[in-house]
T-cell receptor, first 114, second 109 residues
Framework: DSGVTQTPKHLITATGQRVTLRCSPR?????VYWYQQSLDQGLQFLIQ???????AKGNILERFSAQQFPDLHSELNLSSLELGDSALYFC?????????????FGPGTRLTVL | EDKVVQSPLSLVVHEGDTVTLNCSYE??????LLWYKQEKKAPTFLFML????IEKKSGRLSSILDKKELSSILNITATQTGDSAIYLC?????????FGTGTRLTIIP
Protein backbone atom coordinates (compact mmCIF):
# COMPACT_ATOMS: atom_id res chain seq x y z
CA ASP A 1 0.00 0.00 0.00
CA SER A 2 1.61 3.22 -1.20
CA GLY A 3 -0.49 5.53 0.98
CA VAL A 4 -2.05 7.21 -2.06
CA THR A 5 -5.81 6.71 -2.28
CA GLN A 6 -8.02 7.06 -5.32
CA THR A 7 -11.78 6.93 -5.69
CA PRO A 8 -13.73 5.44 -7.26
CA LYS A 9 -12.07 2.14 -8.17
CA HIS A 10 -14.27 1.62 -11.21
CA LEU A 11 -16.46 3.96 -13.18
CA ILE A 12 -18.71 3.07 -16.08
CA THR A 13 -20.38 5.86 -17.94
CA ALA A 14 -21.70 6.82 -21.36
CA THR A 15 -20.20 8.93 -24.12
CA GLY A 16 -20.74 12.64 -23.69
CA GLN A 17 -20.85 12.46 -19.91
CA ARG A 18 -18.58 14.11 -17.36
CA VAL A 19 -16.83 12.38 -14.46
CA THR A 20 -14.59 13.40 -11.57
CA LEU A 21 -11.78 11.25 -10.25
CA ARG A 22 -10.40 11.93 -6.81
CA CYS A 23 -6.94 11.42 -5.32
CA SER A 24 -5.50 11.87 -1.84
CA PRO A 25 -1.71 11.97 -1.71
CA ARG A 26 0.51 10.32 0.90
CA UNK A 27 0.74 12.21 4.14
CA UNK A 28 3.38 14.93 3.78
CA UNK A 29 3.53 14.82 -0.02
CA UNK A 30 2.92 18.17 -1.67
CA UNK A 31 2.85 17.14 -5.30
CA VAL A 32 0.24 15.16 -7.21
CA TYR A 33 0.54 13.73 -10.70
CA TRP A 34 -2.13 12.30 -12.98
CA TYR A 35 -1.46 9.59 -15.54
CA GLN A 36 -3.56 7.76 -18.09
CA GLN A 37 -2.77 4.17 -18.99
CA SER A 38 -4.44 2.55 -21.95
CA LEU A 39 -3.54 -0.75 -23.60
CA ASP A 40 -2.07 0.75 -26.73
CA GLN A 41 -0.44 3.87 -25.27
CA GLY A 42 1.27 2.80 -22.08
CA LEU A 43 1.48 5.22 -19.17
CA GLN A 44 0.97 8.83 -20.27
CA PHE A 45 1.68 11.80 -18.02
CA LEU A 46 -1.25 14.21 -17.93
CA ILE A 47 -0.57 16.93 -15.39
CA GLN A 48 1.24 17.75 -12.14
CA UNK A 49 0.29 19.99 -9.24
CA UNK A 50 2.50 21.18 -6.45
CA UNK A 51 1.00 22.72 -3.33
CA UNK A 52 -2.12 23.81 -5.17
CA UNK A 53 -0.43 25.21 -8.26
CA UNK A 54 -0.09 23.61 -11.68
CA UNK A 55 3.59 22.64 -12.11
CA ALA A 56 3.78 20.72 -15.40
CA LYS A 57 1.49 19.69 -18.20
CA GLY A 58 1.79 16.63 -20.38
CA ASN A 59 -0.56 15.12 -22.94
CA ILE A 60 -3.75 16.36 -21.33
CA LEU A 61 -6.72 16.99 -23.58
CA GLU A 62 -8.65 20.27 -23.41
CA ARG A 63 -11.70 18.28 -22.31
CA PHE A 64 -9.79 17.27 -19.19
CA SER A 65 -8.97 19.52 -16.27
CA ALA A 66 -7.56 19.08 -12.81
CA GLN A 67 -7.04 20.97 -9.61
CA GLN A 68 -5.37 20.52 -6.25
CA PHE A 69 -7.18 21.79 -3.20
CA PRO A 70 -5.80 23.43 -0.03
CA ASP A 71 -5.92 20.07 1.78
CA LEU A 72 -3.73 18.75 -1.09
CA HIS A 73 -6.22 16.28 -2.48
CA SER A 74 -6.68 16.50 -6.21
CA GLU A 75 -9.49 15.95 -8.68
CA LEU A 76 -9.30 15.12 -12.37
CA ASN A 77 -12.36 16.15 -14.35
CA LEU A 78 -13.06 14.47 -17.66
CA SER A 79 -15.85 15.88 -19.80
CA SER A 80 -17.52 15.15 -23.14
CA LEU A 81 -16.28 11.60 -22.71
CA GLU A 82 -15.41 9.53 -25.76
CA LEU A 83 -14.92 5.79 -26.14
CA GLY A 84 -11.18 6.36 -26.42
CA ASP A 85 -11.06 7.85 -22.93
CA SER A 86 -11.59 4.38 -21.47
CA ALA A 87 -8.42 3.68 -19.53
CA LEU A 88 -6.86 3.27 -16.12
CA TYR A 89 -6.20 6.64 -14.50
CA PHE A 90 -3.46 6.77 -11.90
CA CYS A 91 -2.63 9.42 -9.41
CA UNK A 92 0.84 9.56 -7.90
CA UNK A 93 2.32 11.76 -5.23
CA UNK A 94 5.79 12.87 -4.25
CA UNK A 95 7.32 14.91 -1.46
CA UNK A 96 8.78 17.88 -3.32
CA UNK A 97 7.50 17.72 -6.87
CA UNK A 98 10.95 17.69 -8.41
CA UNK A 99 11.07 15.23 -11.31
CA UNK A 100 13.82 13.23 -9.59
CA UNK A 101 11.62 12.69 -6.54
CA UNK A 102 10.17 9.19 -6.19
CA UNK A 103 6.53 9.06 -7.13
CA UNK A 104 4.19 6.72 -5.27
CA PHE A 105 1.21 5.52 -7.23
CA GLY A 106 -2.35 5.02 -6.10
CA PRO A 107 -4.35 1.93 -7.06
CA GLY A 108 -5.97 3.67 -10.03
CA THR A 109 -9.47 4.31 -11.28
CA ARG A 110 -10.66 2.19 -14.18
CA LEU A 111 -12.89 4.26 -16.43
CA THR A 112 -15.07 2.55 -18.99
CA VAL A 113 -16.94 4.71 -21.47
CA LEU A 114 -19.77 2.91 -23.29
CA GLU B 1 9.48 15.00 -28.22
CA ASP B 2 10.72 12.98 -25.25
CA LYS B 3 10.80 9.25 -25.87
CA VAL B 4 11.51 6.09 -23.87
CA VAL B 5 11.75 2.72 -25.58
CA GLN B 6 11.85 -0.61 -23.78
CA SER B 7 12.81 -4.01 -25.09
CA PRO B 8 11.81 -6.70 -25.33
CA LEU B 9 8.07 -6.04 -25.26
CA SER B 10 7.47 -9.42 -23.72
CA LEU B 11 9.64 -12.12 -22.21
CA VAL B 12 8.76 -15.62 -21.02
CA VAL B 13 11.37 -17.55 -19.05
CA HIS B 14 11.54 -20.43 -16.60
CA GLU B 15 11.90 -19.99 -12.89
CA GLY B 16 15.55 -19.70 -11.95
CA ASP B 17 16.62 -18.03 -15.18
CA THR B 18 18.31 -14.63 -15.28
CA VAL B 19 16.76 -11.88 -17.38
CA THR B 20 17.93 -8.51 -18.66
CA LEU B 21 15.45 -5.79 -19.56
CA ASN B 22 16.52 -2.83 -21.67
CA CYS B 23 15.51 0.80 -21.69
CA SER B 24 16.71 3.60 -23.97
CA TYR B 25 15.70 7.22 -23.65
CA GLU B 26 15.76 10.56 -25.40
CA UNK B 27 14.58 13.31 -23.10
CA UNK B 28 15.38 16.98 -22.81
CA UNK B 29 17.25 18.02 -19.65
CA UNK B 30 17.63 14.44 -18.48
CA UNK B 31 17.82 14.12 -14.71
CA UNK B 32 17.27 10.48 -13.78
CA LEU B 33 16.04 7.09 -14.90
CA LEU B 34 13.49 5.19 -12.86
CA TRP B 35 12.30 1.60 -12.90
CA TYR B 36 8.87 0.50 -11.71
CA LYS B 37 7.20 -2.90 -11.35
CA GLN B 38 3.53 -3.12 -12.22
CA GLU B 39 1.66 -6.22 -11.17
CA LYS B 40 -2.10 -6.12 -11.00
CA LYS B 41 -2.61 -2.41 -10.62
CA ALA B 42 -0.38 0.45 -9.53
CA PRO B 43 3.30 0.69 -10.47
CA THR B 44 5.63 0.33 -7.51
CA PHE B 45 8.99 2.03 -7.39
CA LEU B 46 12.14 -0.10 -7.79
CA PHE B 47 15.14 2.11 -8.53
CA MET B 48 16.19 5.62 -9.37
CA LEU B 49 19.47 6.06 -11.26
CA UNK B 50 21.17 9.39 -11.69
CA UNK B 51 24.86 8.54 -12.12
CA UNK B 52 26.32 6.59 -14.99
CA UNK B 53 28.04 3.28 -14.27
CA ILE B 54 26.94 2.90 -10.66
CA GLU B 55 24.94 -0.25 -10.07
CA LYS B 56 21.97 -0.18 -7.74
CA LYS B 57 20.96 -3.45 -6.15
CA SER B 58 17.97 -4.71 -4.25
CA GLY B 59 18.02 -8.42 -3.56
CA ARG B 60 17.97 -10.25 -6.88
CA LEU B 61 17.32 -7.07 -8.85
CA SER B 62 19.99 -4.71 -10.06
CA SER B 63 20.12 -1.83 -12.48
CA ILE B 64 22.70 0.40 -14.10
CA LEU B 65 22.59 3.57 -16.17
CA ASP B 66 24.78 4.39 -19.17
CA LYS B 67 24.45 8.10 -19.90
CA LYS B 68 26.76 7.87 -22.89
CA GLU B 69 24.50 5.31 -24.56
CA LEU B 70 21.32 6.90 -23.14
CA SER B 71 20.25 3.56 -21.79
CA SER B 72 19.70 1.46 -18.73
CA ILE B 73 19.32 -2.22 -17.96
CA LEU B 74 17.42 -4.04 -15.25
CA ASN B 75 18.72 -7.47 -14.30
CA ILE B 76 16.80 -10.06 -12.35
CA THR B 77 18.68 -13.16 -11.28
CA ALA B 78 17.23 -16.49 -10.09
CA THR B 79 13.77 -15.41 -11.21
CA GLN B 80 10.70 -16.47 -9.25
CA THR B 81 7.04 -16.60 -10.24
CA GLY B 82 6.47 -13.51 -8.11
CA ASP B 83 8.66 -11.56 -10.52
CA SER B 84 5.99 -11.90 -13.20
CA ALA B 85 4.88 -8.35 -13.92
CA ILE B 86 5.21 -5.47 -16.33
CA TYR B 87 8.45 -3.57 -15.77
CA LEU B 88 8.27 0.10 -16.63
CA CYS B 89 11.17 2.40 -17.27
CA UNK B 90 10.74 6.18 -17.00
CA UNK B 91 13.08 9.06 -17.73
CA UNK B 92 12.83 12.27 -15.76
CA UNK B 93 13.53 15.35 -17.85
CA UNK B 94 12.61 18.89 -16.98
CA UNK B 95 9.53 18.66 -14.82
CA UNK B 96 7.97 15.45 -16.08
CA UNK B 97 8.43 11.71 -16.32
CA UNK B 98 8.19 9.97 -19.68
CA PHE B 99 7.36 6.28 -19.46
CA GLY B 100 8.12 3.47 -21.82
CA THR B 101 5.38 0.99 -22.71
CA GLY B 102 6.96 -1.64 -20.50
CA THR B 103 8.30 -5.17 -20.74
CA ARG B 104 5.86 -7.90 -19.78
CA LEU B 105 7.82 -10.59 -17.94
CA THR B 106 6.27 -13.99 -17.37
CA ILE B 107 8.00 -16.59 -15.21
CA ILE B 108 6.97 -20.20 -15.79
CA PRO B 109 7.31 -22.48 -12.75
Amino acid sequence: DSGVTQTPKHLITATGQRVTLRCSPRSGDLSVYWYQQSLDQGLQFLIQYYNGEERAKGNILERFSAQQFPDLHSELNLSSLELGDSALYFCASSRTGVSTDTQYFGPGTRLTVL
Amino acid sequence: EDKVVQSPLSLVVHEGDTVTLNCSYEVTNFRSLLWYKQEKKAPTFLFMLTSSGIEKKSGRLSSILDKKELSSILNITATQTGDSAIYLCAAAGGEKLTFGTGTRLTIIP
